[in-house]
C-alpha cells in the first residue's frame, strides 16, 4: 500500500470559514474534556488508598476504570443528547479527536514524547474527515467535504492516476486554510536495490551539509534575513498593552512571518535534496536523533536548521527517485580517517581541517566525515546484499572492522520499511 499527501490551499467562502472555525471549536472542546476526563483520572490514582495526601485524593471511585478511547467515544455519542452542540459536527470527525488523543498518550509512553496538552484556540489547528461522501467527491477544482459542501481549491497539481481519495484534513495556518488529500495506490513497489553512484552527507552546524564529493553547502542566507526581522516584531511585542488590538495585530504578523520562514526553509530544503540526488545512485546520512542534538549546547542553530526535517526530505526523495537511501552508525564519523580508517582521536570544533598522521590525507573535516558515512554506507549495502543471498552479516568481510555495522543495518532497514508503509509527507 503506497500512501501519498497532497497539500493544496483552500480557498473557502465566509460561510464555509464560518463552518470550519466552528467545527476547529469543537473539537478543541473535546479534546480538552477528554483530556482532563483521563488526566483526573490519573491523579486520583497517584495518592495510596489508605492514606491522605497534600495534593490528590482518591475522589473517582477505585473500581472506575481508566477512560481509553473506547469509553470516551461511548461517552461522546451519550453526551449529544445533553450537548446539541455536539450534533453540529460530523461524527466521524470527533471520534478522530478522540483517537489523536489516545495516540498521544501511546506516544508518550513508546516514544517519550511530552504529556498531551490543553489546546487554546490558537493550538487547535487542523481536524480530519476519515471517510468521505459516496459519489462524486472531486469536480474541477473543487472538492465535497461533508457539512461544508463544495469548497473551490487551488489545483496547484494533478492527482496521480491509480490513486484514490482516503482522507482530507482541514488545517489552518498563519498564511490561510490549507487541504491535505491523503491518497493511497494498492500497490507494492519494490525497494531500491544497493547500486550506483555513492554519496556520504555529513550534516553540520557550521556549514549546513557536506558531500564525500568535497563540495560544501552553506547555511542559507535568507532564512538569516528572516530571523532578524522575526527578532525585531518580538522584541516590539513587549512593549504593546496585552489584549490591545496592536498587539492582536502585531502577533499576527509574527504568525505569518513564522509561516513563511517554514515555507521557504522547506522549499530550500526539497531543492537541496534533488541536488544532492543528481548523478547519485546511492544516498547515506549519519543516524542521528536531531531532538536530542536540539536540546543539547547546539539548540538554537539545531532548530534554525530543521536538520530533522531534511532527512526526512532526503528519504521521500530519494524514495521518490529510485534511489538507494540508508542511515549509517553516527560514532566517530569525524574521528575516523576515511583513507585508512584509523582514528586520529578528537578535533576541536575550531579545527576545520582533517589531516591524517597514518597516511597524511588532507581535506576539509566535513568531507572527511562525509568520507567516512560513505564508506559505512558502502559496506552495509554490501552486506545487505549478501544477506539476501543467504549469507549472514558476520561471514561478510566488508562488514568487519568498522564499528556498529550490524546495529545500523537492522536500523537502516526498519527505517526505511517504516517509511516505505506510512508516508505522510508533502510531495515535491
Ligand atoms: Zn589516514
Redesign the pocket.
Known amino acids: 500500500m503506497l500512501t501519498l499527501t497532497y497539500e493544496y490551499k483552500a480557498n473557502p467562502t465566509a460561510e464555509q470559514i464560518k463552518l470550519i472555525e466552528h467545527t476547529l471549536n469543537v473539537c478543541r472542546q473535546v479534546w480538552n474534556f477528554a483530556l482532563r476526563e483521563r488526566k483526573d483520572w490519573l491523579n486520583s490514582r497517584k495518592s495510596p488508598i489508605n492514606a491522605c495526601s497534600i495534593t490528590s485524593e482518591y475522589i473517582i471511585p477505585a473500581d472506575a476504570l481508566y477512560p481509553n478511547y473506547n469509553t470516551q467515544a461511548k461517552s461522546l455519542t451519550i453526551a449529544k443528547k445533553q450537548y446539541p452542540e455536539l450534533k453540529t459536527v460530523n461524527a466521524q470527525v470527533l471520534q478522530q479527536v478522540l483517537r489523536k488523543l489516545e495516540t498521544a498518550f501511546i506516544d508518550m509512553k513508546r516514544k517519550g514524547m511530552g504529556f498531551p496538552r490543553f489546546k487554546n484556540r490558537y493550538r487547535m489547528r487542523s481536524y480530519v474527515y476519515p471517510q468521505l461522501g459516496e459519489g462524486q467527491i472531486l469536480r474541477g477544482n473543487q472538492i465535497k467535504l461533508p457539512q461544508i459542501g463544495w469548497m473551490e481549491y487551488v489545483k496547484s497539481r494533478e492527482i496521480p492516476d491509480g490513486f484514490a481519495m482516503k482522507q482530507v484534513r482541514v488545517v489552518r495556518k498563519a498564511s490561510g486554510y490549507f487541504l491535505m488529500f491523503i491518497l493511497e495506490c494498492n500497490v507494492n513497489v519494490p525497494s531500491p536495490v544497493a547500486s550506483g553512484y555513492p554519496r556520504g552527507i555529513d550534516l553540520g552546524l557550521d556549514k549546513f551539509a557536506a558531500t564525500s564529493d568535497g563540495e560544501l553547502i552553506e547555511r542559507p542566507r535568507f532564512l538569516q534575513l528572516l530571523h532578524r526581522k522575526l527578532k525585531l516584531l518580538q522584541r516590539r511585542l513587549k512593549k504593546k498593552q496585552k489584549g490591545s488590538s496592536n498587539r492582536h495585530k502585531l502577533n499576527r504578523k509574527i504568525a505569518r512571518l513564522h509561516q513563511r520562514i517554514a515555507d521557504t526553509r522547506k522549499d530550500w530544503h526539497f531543492k537541496l535534496a534533488h541536488k544532492l540526488c543528481d548523478d547519485a545512485g546511492m544516498i547515506f546520512v549519519e543516524d542521528i536523533d536531531f531532538r536530542v542534538w536540539a536540546k543539547g549546547m547546539f539548540c538554537k542553530h539545531t532548530l534554525d536548521a530543521g536538520f530533522g526535517q531534511f532527512v526526512s526530505i532526503l528519504q521521500w526523495v530519494c524514495w521518490k527517485r529510485g534511489m538507494y537511501f540508508a542511515k549509517v552508525d553516527k560514532d566517530y564519523t569525524s574521528q575516523v580517517?576515511?583513507?585508512?580508517?584509523?582514528h586520529?582521536g578528537k578535533k576541536e570544533l575550531k579545527n576545520r581541517i582533517h589531516s591524517?598522521?597514518?597516511?597524511?590525507?588532507t581535506t576539509h573535516r566535513d568531507v572527511a566525515a562525509a568520507q567516512v558515512i560513505r564508506n559505512r554506507g558502502l559496506a552495509l549495502s554490501a552486506a545487505e546484499g549478501v544477506n539476501a543471498l543467504g549469507r549472514s552479516v558476520d561471514q561478510n568481510a566488508c562488514g568487519d572492522g568498522l564499528t556498529g555495522t550490524g546495529n545500523s543495518l537492522v536500523k537502516s532497514q526498519k527505517s526505511r520499511n517504516k517509511g516505505r508503509e506510512a508516508r505522510i509527507h508533502p510531495a515535491s
Open positions: 580517517c576515511p583513507q585508512c580508517n584509523t586520529t591524517c598522521p597514518e597516511c597524511g590525507y
